[in-house]
């Protein structure tokens, strides 16, 4: 994966879709404020290497884009 792609591509996704949601909740933490935790994650995401496994910060970023999709279906 090309982090720095996949990072714009996320970046668009959230300037350019509507967040319905108040407040973003999965099985360990709740986000009451989501362009602050939008923007802490893209930071943090950009801080890892792409050599990497694992990236958690742009694994939240995923799973909110998700929650986000489904909000609008």
């Given at each position: 994966?090309?982090?720095?792609?996949?990072?714009?591509?996320?970046?668009?996704?959230?300037?350019?879709?509507?967040?319905?949601?108040?407040?973003?909740?999965?099985?360990?933490?709740?986000?009451?404020?989501?362009?602050?935790?939008?923007?802490?994650?893209?930071?943090?995401?950009?801080?890892f290497s792409e050599k990497k496994?694992?990236?958690?910060?742009?694994?939240?970023?995923?799973?909110?884009?998700?929650?986000?999709?489904?909000?609008?279906?």
């Amino acid at each position: 994966m090309n982090l720095q792609a996949e990072l714009n591509r996320l970046e668009t996704f959230f300037k350019t879709t509507p967040i319905l949601i108040k407040e973003y909740k999965n099985s360990f933490m709740t986000v009451a404020d989501i362009p602050k935790f939008i923007n802490s994650q893209l930071v943090a995401a950009k801080g890892f290497s792409e050599k990497k496994d694992f990236n958690p910060p742009l694994a939240r970023l995923q799973e909110l884009e998700q929650a986000i999709i489904n909000q609008i279906k």
